[in-house]
């Protein structure tokens, strides 16, 4: 999107009489400025979104220009992760913070991370699991594996709440109180 705005910029003029425009106008909830008309750059848009998900995933990180800088100098040694939910949670941080090798007990404001960075992090792990995780878990858990034990311990909690414990009931005292 920021490339169909760099190329199809405005000139000082428009941009000028564009502004003189949205002062004017009192009435005005949402503003969107553009050089191009709504239907134009709706499709062109769309068309950037289309061409994303066609690209593989080596691509994408090309085509977001996804910078990865090496593991940083902290205290703790790197250890791989050890199942596939935290393979996907190194992957989600790898993304946001650009580091190309992340620990599982790398702490996250370690690597550089901040407090908007973990509100894209929480955004992410909603897509991946099915499980409620706060923001506060986060910062209670700042680790990949705290992450990923904090998660399986509350899918753990939903599927053993969710299903109440049956009592045994002969068949006489059933039908007996049915009749």
């Known amino acids: 999107i920021l490339d169909i705005a760099i190329k199809g910029g405005m000139t000082s003029q428009e941009g000028a009489e ?15 400025v553009s050089p191009l008309e709504l239907n134009a750059l709706k499709f062109k848009i769309e068309e950037k979104i289309s061409d994303s998900h066609d690209k593989p995933d080596e691509d994408l990180a090309e085509q977001n220009s996804i ?11 790197y250890v791989a992760p050890g199942s596939e ?24 404001f370690e690597l550089g991370g901040h407090s908007l960075m973990f509100t894209q992090v929480l955004s992410r792990l909603k897509k991946i699991t ?22 399986q311990d509350k899918g753990k909690e939903k599927t053993s709440g969710s299903i109440p414990k049956l009592k045994k009931v002969s068949r006489d005292s059933f039908t007996s109180k049915n009749n």
């Open 67 to 77: 910078t990865v800088h090496s593991r940083p100098n902290i205290a703790t040694s």
């Open 18 to 32: 564009a502004f003189s425009r949205i002062v004017n106008r009192k009435e005005l909830a949402h503003i969107l």
């Open 85 to 108: 939910l935290e393979e996907n949670i190194v992957g989600i941080w790898k993304e946001i913070l650009g580091i190309g090798e992340i620990g599982v007990y790398d702490d996250f």
């Open 130 to 151: 099915t499980v409620s995780i706060t923001l506060k878990d986060l910062f209670d858990k700042s680790t990949i594996r705290g992450i990923a034990e904090k998660i």
